[in-house]
């Protein structure tokens, strides 16, 4: 099974480290989000990856050209006439399969998948993820989940905690508590889906995928949300990216603790 990421977006809101560095590769401790990303779902045997280019996308390919070669010792023998042979050393590494597809600087989610669709013949069903979140979220489930319910999506759903914390307050006014930033009681879009083709008959090379897609699929009872309890974060803001790295920092990344429990599996 495919995986396609969505990772052309411009990423506005990071202020000028969105501006120069496409948010997929934006650092965790020291390695971009997306690498992250890939092991999480690699760790649950989902190794090839549709990589839906656009804003800064020849930076997201050259990362990947260069780490190649950084991942594994070589031998270089040259002569006066050049370069005559190039022996590399398998090491220890990462192993997935990723195209690049160049969806374009201002296509919108939905027209991406579309564009991307070329590389998905003979996938009946295929997940679909963006690339700026991360979750501990047990990918194969998700997937058993959907496979369960026989419609065409599933979208995992996720209560973030708010942006604010809170005050409670008496019947006077009287301030009792505080809390800091709680769990929110309604449910979001975590960005981790699972399709059956047929997805593709909703989407439209100008579509933006959490509007009309989506609805029409609700409207007609062919979206089904799995629920998940557990962490979630996406990267919006350098704050995020802060943040994100503060719990690696910490030792306790979730997503990590999630993959690890993946490859026991």
């Excluded at 989902?46 to 996308?57: A, E, M, N, R």
């Excluded at 597809?101 to 996938?123: D, M």
């Amino acid at each position: 099974m495919k995986t396609v990421i969505l990772c052309g977006g411009k990423g506005t809101r990071l202020g000028e480290h969105g501006a120069t560095v496409p948010k997929a590769l934006i650092e965790i401790g020291g390695e971009p989000i997306i690498r992250h990303l890939l092991r999480l779902y690699a760790s649950h045997g989902l190794s090839d990856f549709v990589l839906c280019l656009g804003h800064l996308g020849g930076s997201i390919k050259r990362y990947f050209l260069e780490e190649q070669w950084r991942a594994v010792d070589f031998t270089l023998r040259t002569t006066a006439a050049g370069v005559e042979s190039l022996k590399p050393h398998d090491l220890a590494r990462d192993e997935w399969s990723i195209t690049f597809a160049e969806t374009g600087p201002e296509t919108n989610t939905g027209g991406r998948i579309l564009k991307a669709s070329r590389y998905l013949e003979g996938e009946s069903t295929f997940c679909v993820t963006y690339g700026d979140g991360l979750a501990d979220i047990d990918i194969t489930r998700l997937i058993d989940f959907h496979r369960a319910h026989g419609r065409i999506a599933t979208l995992c759903a996720v209560r973030p905690c708010s942006n604010f914390g809170i005050i409670r307050l008496g019947p006077a006014g009287e301030v009792r508590d505080f809390e800091e930033k709680p769990l929110m009681q309604d449910w979001i879009n975590g960005g981790f889906f699972v399709f059956e083709r047929r997805i593709l008959d909703y989407l439209t090379p100008d579509s933006i995928l959490e509007r009309e897609p989506l609805r029409r699929l609700a409207s007609e009872g062919e979206l089904i949300a799995y629920q998940h309890e557990g962490f979630w974060k996406c990267m919006d803001t350098y704050k995020d990216n802060l943040e994100f790295n503060q719990l690696w920092e910490s030792g306790d990344a979730p997503w990590v603790a999630a993959k690890k429990r993946g490859d026991q599996t």
